[in-house]
């Protein structure tokens, strides 16, 4: 279990700062532009995220999304937690999930967060997020649907933090889990409707 250490507020302030210009990285935006995919604001749903950056065909620049928003998350958590403290690695990591939601450089409009949240909760604690990168999978296979094997996993965040004995990040994980059903209510509103587009299918 990690120690209970405590930052400055000067500290605490400076990470939050830090973790979300971090966050803030639209990567799917800029990887788009790059290859030439087109504005990925005017594609799809217009997220930023990995998601919609599939929607353009191009499968590695989707990879390539995953990858650097889930590692931009757990970057700047360790990068917290080893200049700082574990108050100041858990402010990182909710200032960064808020940072790829609502980027300044965006209009404030930016995507669901999920892979952020994947690579936030694998820096915090690496089995908790191993835990959670399978019931994600799990999820989405068992019900075909990608937003909610992401609903589930953040759903069990806090049940695996527990469970392993991370009481002192549970608030963090129910808030980031509140956040994420926040940013896909629309995914909820079509899955109650059957309307929630299903892996491998289109429209």
């Given at each position: 279990?990690?120690?209970?250490?405590?930052?400055?507020?000067?500290?605490?302030?400076?990470?939050?700062?830090?973790?979300?210009?971090?966050?803030?990285?639209?990567?799917?935006?800029l990887?788009?532009?790059?290859?030439?995919?087109?504005?990925?604001?005017?594609?799809?749903?217009?997220?930023?995220?990995?998601t919609?950056?599939?929607?353009?065909?191009?499968?590695?620049?989707?990879?390539?999304?995953?990858?650097?928003?889930?590692?931009?998350?757990a970057?700047?958590?360790?990068?917290?937690?080893?200049?700082?403290?574990?108050d100041?690695?858990?402010?990182?990591a909710l200032?960064?999930?808020?940072?790829?939601?609502?980027?300044v450089?965006?209009?404030?409009?930016?995507?669901k967060?999920?892979?952020?949240?994947?690579?936030?909760?694998?820096?915090?604690?690496?089995?908790?997020?191993?835990?959670?990168c399978?019931?994600?999978?799990?999820?989405?296979?068992?019900?075909?649907?990608?937003?909610?094997?992401?609903?589930?996993?953040?759903?069990m965040?806090?049940?695996?933090?527990?469970?392993?004995?991370?009481?002192?990040?549970?608030a963090?994980?129910?808030?980031?889990?509140?956040?994420?059903?926040?940013?896909?209510?629309?995914?909820?509103?079509?899955?109650?409707?059957?309307?929630?587009?299903?892996?491998?299918?289109?429209?």
């Amino acid at each position: 279990m990690l120690p209970d250490l405590v930052s400055s507020t000067p500290m605490i302030v400076l990470w939050a700062v830090i973790g979300y210009l971090l966050g803030s990285i639209p990567f799917g935006l800029l990887l788009t532009r790059a290859m030439n995919l087109g504005d990925l604001r005017k594609i799809g749903s217009g997220n930023i995220g990995a998601t919609n950056v599939l929607r353009t065909g191009n499968k590695g620049a989707a990879a390539a999304t995953l990858l650097l928003d889930g590692g931009k998350g757990a970057v700047a958590v360790l990068l917290a937690r080893w200049l700082g403290a574990e108050d100041t690695a858990q402010m990182a990591a909710l200032a960064s999930f808020l940072g790829h939601c609502f980027p300044v450089w965006l209009g404030f409009r930016g995507g669901k967060g999920v892979a952020t949240f994947l690579g936030i909760v694998l820096a915090l604690s690496w089995p908790v997020g191993l835990l959670c990168c399978a019931t994600w999978l799990a999820g989405a296979a068992l019900s075909r649907i990608s937003s909610v094997g992401a609903l589930v996993a953040a759903l069990m965040s806090t049940a695996w933090m527990l469970l392993l004995g991370h009481v002192g990040m549970t608030a963090l994980t129910l808030v980031l889990t509140l956040l994420i059903f926040w940013r896909h209510a629309t995914n909820i509103a079509r899955i109650r409707a059957g309307t929630e587009p299903m892996i491998g299918k289109k429209g």
